[in-house]
């Protein structure tokens, strides 16, 4: 787990979540436009190779592959993947996804500082973050773009993100466009 220092990032960080590779019932479940899951994980594993350098870090955000997955396949299609990764630990990450692949690091929650801000990364969607009210950011996976993204959070999953890993930069320039949505008052 992460030793609770900050880690600043730049233009060498992408962001992705909910891949769920192998998982057959995704494709129904989030109506991904894929045949097959065979078809799903070529595609995600060929879009991802195309934005990820070997020594870029991708921070995935939860949901590597289904729960009924064989280990060894989804060890297989974790080699396959360019770049440092980082898991921010999902509701179908189980104990091998977590310990046994060579993830650079493993967390429940993690916050990083980039340009301007700091983002608060969790698989879970989350109302209220520290350093919202001054302007951090939250990435957050889970919810298969059913709960909009706004100026301050983003669905970092590949059904809102069009299965591609993305940078901060580019994420930070949709954000800006969004609307700030405001819980006050709303109903849990």
């Known amino acids: ?99 046994k692949l060579a993830w650079a690091s493993v967390d429940e929650m993690r916050t990083l500082v980039a340009p301007g801000c700091k983002i608060v990364l969790c698989h879970y969607p989350m109302r209220d973050w520290n350093g919202q009210y001054g302007g951090d950011v939250h990435f957050y996976g889970h919810s298969h773009d059913r709960l909009p993204s706004s100026r301050l959070s983003w669905d970092c999953g590949v059904d809102h993100q069009s299965f591609i890993p993305m940078k901060f930069k580019a994420i930070k320039v949709a954000m800006d466009s969004l609307p700030v949505w405001d819980f006050t008052g709303a109903p849990a």
């Open 1 to 99: 787990m992460h030793d609770g220092n900050l880690t600043a990032i730049d233009h060498t960080h992408l962001f992705i979540g909910d891949t769920h590779f192998g998982h057959t019932g995704i494709i129904d479940m989030a109506m991904r436009p894929f045949s097959d899951i065979r078809a799903h994980d070529r595609a995600l594993i060929e879009q991802w190779n195309a934005m990820v350098k070997p020594t870029d870090t991708v921070w995935h955000l939860g949901d590597f592959a289904g729960d009924e997955v064989p280990f060894q396949d989804a060890a297989s299609i974790f080699g396959k993947l360019n770049g440092i990764k980082r898991l921010i630990v999902g509701n179908h990450d189980g104990e091998e996804i977590c310990t």
